[in-house]
T-cell receptor, first 116, second 111 residues
């Protein structure tokens, strides 16, 4: 069973389109994240949700909107796609944000987005 | 500013040799993680280091944490080709509750 899954794996689209990426985790974790990895492999957090509540919202354009229908799912919707949005987007999950937590973050397989 | 720096960025080494990757970070933290990423793949958790002086070993890899020096090391012993990958350290800073990743070290082990 895949712990953290994402769909689609690849996404090729035109500038200006709107697209969504879905993420699901079956680990029973409370917290989920979205990261962006650029062409230089630099990884940066975009958002995190804890029990469906937005916890971290980095300086991401408001064209990016996360949605968490339940704590096992965190989807990412992107409006008006731009060339610079081309990257690999990783979903991740962890047990809790609490200071005492020792759990690492578990990453999904990634979604490779190419905007033409 | 919360920063995590790794060096070297690229490391080419021969099989059987030893080497160390360094991870420096800018401010107080006692939670540091090491991940491995194979080309075109996801990130795989290697180590979680939670206190000053923590040392963890798995196979040919050993990670340590010195919170006073704000430094973690990932030591590779007798490298083999299968260790070729990009290695990331990531720090969970107290004030932010989020992982800040280092730049990654691309390790290429040559036969």
């Amino acid at each position: 069973d895949t712990a953290v899954s994402q769909t689609p794996k690849y996404l090729v689209t035109q500038m200006g389109n709107d697209k969504s990426i879905k993420c699901e985790q079956n680990l029973g974790h409370d917290t989920m994240y979205w990261y962006k990895q650029d062409s230089k492999k630099f990884l940066k957090i975009m958002f995190s949700y804890n029990n469906k509540e937005l916890i971290i919202n980095e300086t991401v354009p408001n064209r990016f909107s996360p949605k968490s229908p339940d704590k096992a799912h965190l989807n990412l919707h992107i409006n008006s796609l731009e060339l610079g949005d081309s990257a690999v987007y990783f979903c991740a999950s962890s047990q809790d944000l609490a200071r005492e937590a020792q759990e690492t973050q578990y990453f999904g397989p990634g979604t490779r987005l190419l905007v033409l | 500013e919360l920063k995590v720096e790794q060096n070297p960025l690229f490391l080419s080494m021969q099989e059987g040799k030893n080497y160390t990757i360094y991870c420096n970070y800018s401010t107080t933290s006692d939670r540091l993680y090491w991940y491995r990423q194979d080309p075109g793949k996801s990130l795989e958790s290697l180590f979680v280091l939670l206190s000053n002086g923590a040392v963890k070993q798995e196979g040919r890899l050993m990670a340590s944490l010195d919170t006073k020096a704000r430094l973690s090391t990932l030591h590779i012993t007798a490298a083999v080709h299968d260790l070729s990958a990009t290695y990331f350290c990531a720090v969970d800073f107290f004030t932010t509750n989020k992982l800040i990743f280092g730049t990654g070290t691309l390790l290429a082990v040559q036969p």
